[in-house]
């Protein structure tokens, strides 16, 4: 049963009683990423109520978005196929929702998950697919990834790696994605710290990974 009836039949309504309560967007958000253990969610998600986590874990399980399955001796929970339809959706709250993003809070937090899904709403892979295969690693913030980027294909995992230009930056990389402000000017006020490789493929991942703001 959802945890909130609206008393409507409409699905719109349907799928708000199923996804609609809080926290449980951003559950599907990081499990999209990929499988993760109670402690992993538990850790991307660091404001969530242990008891709030667990009361969205059951009331996901028990409308088919989730499972709970044994793997190395722990369960870790993973999305369904009808959980992971859902993806589509999330990329589309992202994108609207970076329009209204601001400057960050002091206490509002980066995770690594929430990143890898920033990126994966902004990319465009028909830009990518007209540009050589390139890999960046990217420190940005506590988020450290390694993004490669092969014609339309996107990966995106965590950690260091061979990379064709590794950068770190802050919250100020949304302004990159945005377009409000270029690579080199970027570049020049330390906004981004190239690390190594050359200056210019910054402008390559500008132009793959693009959202309107």
């Not at 920033?118 to 892979?125: E, G, I």
């Not at 080199?184 to 710290?193: F, N, P, S």
């Amino acid at each position: 049963m959802a945890a909130r009836d609206y008393g409507q039949y409409c699905g719109v309504t349907r799928a708000l009683e199923l996804v609609g309560e809080r926290w449980a967007l951003l559950i599907i958000r990081d499990l999209l990423v990929g499988p993760r253990r109670y402690g992993e969610l538990a850790a991307g998600l660091p404001r969530i109520p242990s008891n709030i986590l667990a009361a969205r874990l059951k009331e996901l399980q028990a409308a088919g978005v989730i499972r709970r399955i044994p793997r190395l001796r722990t369960i870790v929970y993973e999305l369904t196929p009808y959980g992971r339809e859902l993806e589509p959706v999330v990329l589309a709250l992202g994108a609207w929702g970076f329009k209204a993003m601001g400057e960050p809070r002091d206490e509002q937090v980066i995770t690594p998950d929430s990143m890898t899904m920033a990126l994966r709403t902004a990319f465009r892979p028909q830009v990518s697919a007209t540009l050589p295969a390139t890999a960046y690693a990217a420190s940005l913030g506590p988020a450290d990834l390694l993004i490669r980027v092969d014609g339309p294909a996107l990966e995106v995992v965590r950690g260091d790696g061979p990379a064709d230009l590794a950068f770190a930056a802050g919250p100020g990389i949304r302004d990159v994605i945005s377009g409000e402000l270029a690579p080199d000017k970027a570049i020049a006020t330390g906004v981004v710290e190239v690390l190594r490789g050359p200056d210019a493929l910054l402008d390559r991942f500008a132009s793959t990974f693009h959202l309107a703001a």
